[in-house]
Every structure is written in C-alpha cells, then in structure tokens.
C-alpha cells in the first residue's frame, strides 16, 4: 500500500474510522501494509518497518480498539511490544528511536517460536 490518492471507498472508511489516518503516518515513515483476508473479508491489515543491520518494527491491526506492535532484533527476539488501540500501538512504534540509537530499546523481552513475514 502506498500513500496514493484515496479512492471513494477508502474515503468513506476514514469518515466512519477516523482512527485509520493514523495508518497513513505509518507509510509516511516507510512502512509497508499488506492486508490479510479470509473468505473475502478484510480481517487485519499487517505492516513492517525493515531497518538497516536486520531490525524489524511490525504491527497488525484487526480493528481500531485491537492492535498490537513489535520491535525484533536481527535473531528474532521482541525488544518492544505494546497491545492495545491503534492509536496508542502507532504513537509507540513512531516514538521508538532508531535501534542503532543509544536509548532504543536492545534488551529481548523474549522469543518468538513464530515469525511473521509479510
């Protein structure tokens, strides 16, 4: 998804989901969004931040109230993850600092036995 001139459709999803301009932030900053259906219905829009040495900034969003972010080291382990509305997840992936940043989070929280890849 690219920041593009919006269609009708996605005009009308703005003006009934406001909160949804915040994914516009996202690609402002290089994300990349890829949407995930299942029997034809949008049922989460997935996104990444691919940053240089193999850091990976990710969230996925199922709806405006549930949504949750990550930031993974180049072995996979979660340095920073928050759950909750999108406007909150998006607030704190955008404030993280860069990770080659001396206050950027570098501690693994923990493994994942499962990475997603777009």
Do not use: Y
């Amino acid at each position: 998804m690219t920041v593009e001139a919006a269609t009708s459709s996605d005009t009308a999803g703005l003006a009934e989901f406001p909160e949804l301009r915040r994914l516009i932030d996202l690609l402002r900053a290089g994300w990349q969004l890829l949407p995930a259906s299942s029997g034809g219905e949008l049922v989460e829009v997935r996104g990444v931040r691919v940053w240089p040495d193999g850091w990976v900034d990710a969230i996925a969003v199922r709806f405006t109230t549930d949504a949750t972010g990550s930031r993974r080291d180049q072995t996979g382990g979660i340095v920073w993850e928050h759950a909750g509305d999108l406007t909150d997840v998006i607030d704190g992936l955008l404030a993280l600092p860069a990770p080659t940043d001396p206050t950027a989070p570098q501690r693994v929280l923990r493994t994942s036995t499962q990475l997603w890849t777009p």
